[in-house]
T-cell receptor
């Protein structure tokens, strides 16, 4: 249980275009979802926290106009990278907190974005 | 972000040996400490987690040791296998709904056969 499905797994886009990444909670309601960014051989860096029906809270240094996050339902959160540039190339991972007895966090499988 | 310091950065262990990875945290409000395993190109997967009301938790070959007074916790992998070769991240968070995990920098483990 508590599975987060993330799509696409890989995407290549041209510089200046926008890319949307989706994360769906398959068997639970994700009130809160988190978006992380991971560069090669580095750790996961929190980009933003999104709560269903509310505006996302962005970490310091993350451009909210470039990384648009929508969490319109309890099962879907999206990250749109707008006007992508090569420096936006990275591994993006979503996560959801699971409010059960184990109080855990589940992660999507990640999206490898390459901007050419 | 509050820091979680992880060491070593990389680790080479012989098959059958014990792998030990350490983490230290600063925020005394943290009360959930998970360890994640990540393979290249994949999202992190939860290995084992502990809360500060216990000093040790064991699941199969994986054990977390927790020292609340020192604000440190560690992962022990017993009988390490080549399939354990991956990157391991410790993390921590406070027990509040909607609070994100803060990750350590990661440890790349290589288990030689």
């Amino acid at each position: 249980g508590a599975v987060v499905s993330q799509h696409p797994s890989r995407v290549i886009c041209k510089s200046g275009t926008s890319v949307k990444i989706e994360c769906r909670s398959l068997d639970f309601q994700a009130t809160t979802m988190f978006w992380y960014r991971q560069f090669p051989k580095q750790s996961l860096m929190l980009m933003a926290t999104s709560n269903e029906g509310s505006k996302a809270t962005y970490e310091q240094g993350v451009e909210k106009d470039k990384f648009l996050i929508n969490h319109a339902s309890l099962t879907l959160s999206t990250l749109t990278v707008t006007s992508a540039h090569p420096e936006d190339s990275s591994f993006y991972i979503c996560s959801a907190s699971v409010t059960d007895a184990n109080y855990g966090y589940t992660f999507g499988s990640g999206t490898r974005l390459t901007v050419v | 972000q509050q820091q979680v310091k992880q060491s070593p950065q990389s680790l080479i262990v012989q098959k059958g040996g014990i792998s030990i990875i350490n983490c230290a945290y600063e925020n005394t409000a943290f009360d959930y400490f998970p360890w994640y395993q990540q393979f290249p190109g994949k999202g992190p997967a939860l290995l084992i987690a502990i809360r500060p009301d216990v000093s040790e938790k064991k699941e199969g070959r994986f054990t977390i040791s927790f020292n609340k007074s020192a604000k440190q916790f560690s992962l022990h992998i017993m009988d390490s296998q080549p399939g354990d070769s991956a990157t391991y991240f410790c993390a921590a968070t406070a027990n509040q709904a909607g609070t994100a995990l803060i990750f350590g920098k990661g440890t790349t483990l290589s288990v030689s056969s």
